[in-house]
């Protein structure tokens, strides 16, 4: 029984760090220096849909008006607020701003954000979300500059970190999203992606019309991001950005329980993705998690020593470390690296929770 244990234990520990292998891998093969677009930059229309965002929606359309790119229109899309954030967006006096109205009160944005896209007047769309804030004032060309680059691409993935601020919660979601974009960003280098995130994402209007849109899953709350991602993944050339310049910034959850709410809403979401992509995923974190459980069960059973369930775990979190150290500074959360045994702890935690929560609290989410 302790030999099937040992088995599994090995193949569990394998299978993580070949996932961090291959992915790292494919980071380090990434050569982002070398895009270059030299043509006339087109115009580009962005997409927010926004509901009841009083407090952000103006700070967030000022930073992208403040944007170093020649020709763009802003399309902010009201679905049905009811705070008073239009009357904030009326007094912001700029041509390149287009007020407008979602025609339908749909749950999630699929609605809104296909109003806002048969209303763009370029066939390049960028999205963003309602609280989020550009790194710098080169986000929309540098996105631009990765689709562009070669003339097959379709799509652009861009990274959406969150803001630091001080707290152990703060800490791991923003590891999380690191480790989320991590995966997304590895996958899609392999030439196998399999999701975005909205706050950060660029395509072609024609390749949105060439998929039908969100009709696929328009029966699912969310997934206007990543389930579109999986949808256009068979059909179009996809590229990402990790150029700190496209980063767009926005606000982790306050709350643990505000946490796992929008978490237990993307694990929903992910049951309908692609077979292979659900398989990789699923192996990614039950790896993680089996081994965890076998030396959690040992220590208590006293089946291993303690002197080597130490020398097991020391070991892999110094090769994991080793392998994603120098992308954590790329991707501009290098101060969270020194803090990983902690955060690969809470994330076999994370693994374990969200599901049972999802479970519990569905009508919360």
């Known amino acids: 029984m302790i030999g099937y244990i040992f088995i599994i234990f090995c193949i569990a520990g394998l299978i ?11 980071f380090y093969r990434f050569k982002p220096d070398e895009i270059v677009y030299s043509g006339v930059y087109p115009g580009v229309s962005i997409i927010i849909s926004y509901k009841n965002a009083k407090d952000h929606i103006s700070a967030t359309i000022q930073s992208i008006l403040n944007q170093n790119y020649s020709k763009f229109e802003i399309i902010a899309i009201n679905d049905f607020s009811n705070d008073g954030g239009e009357e904030r967006l009326q007094a912001i006096k700029d041509k390149r701003l287009r007020l407008k109205k979602a025609h339908q009160n749909s749950p999630g944005k699929k609605s809104a954000l296909t109003d806002g896209i048969s209303l763009s007047h370029y066939d390049l769309l960028l999205f963003t979300d309602a609280d989020c804030i550009p790194s710098s004032p080169f986000w929309i060309k540098s996105m631009v500059d990765t689709l562009l680059s070669d003339s097959k691409n379709d ?11 001080p707290g152990l919660l703060n800490l791991f979601v923003r590891y999380e999203t690191f480790l989320t974009a991590f995966q997304y960003f590895g996958f899609a280098l392999l030439k196998i992606p399999y999701m975005g995130v909205g706050r950060n994402i660029m395509y072609r209007k024609s390749l949105f019309y ?7 899953h328009a029966n699912v709350i969310s997934g206007d991001d990543d389930l579109f991602v999986n949808d256009a993944a068979s059909m179009a050339s996809i590229a990402v950005n990790t150029d700190p310049k496209s980063f767009v910034y926005s606000q982790a959850k306050s709350t643990l329980k505000s946490y796992l709410v929008q978490k237990s809403r993307h694990i929903s979401t992910s049951i309908h993705y692609r ?26 059973s006293g089946l291993l020593p303690l002197e080597i369930l130490a020398g097991i775990l020391l070991l892999k979190w110094t090769i994991q470390t080793l392998l994603h150290f120098i992308i954590m500074e790329k991707m501009k959360v290098a101060d969270i690296a020194k803090w990983f045994p902690l955060m690969d702890v809470l994330t076999f935690l994370f693994y374990i929770t969200v599901p049972v929560f999802s479970l519990f609290n569905k009508d919360e989410w």
């Open 210 to 216: 060439s998929t039908n849109g969100f009709s696929s």
């Open 155 to 165: 799509m652009v993935l861009g990274y959406s970190p969150l803001i630091s601020k």
């Open 275 to 300: 077979t292979r992509h659900r398989i990789l995923l699923t192996l990614f974190a039950l790896s993680h998690m089996t081994l965890y459980l076998i030396l959690i069960s040992a220590c208590f």
């Open 16 to 26: 993580t760090l070949l996932y961090w292998t291959i992915l790292s891998y494919s």
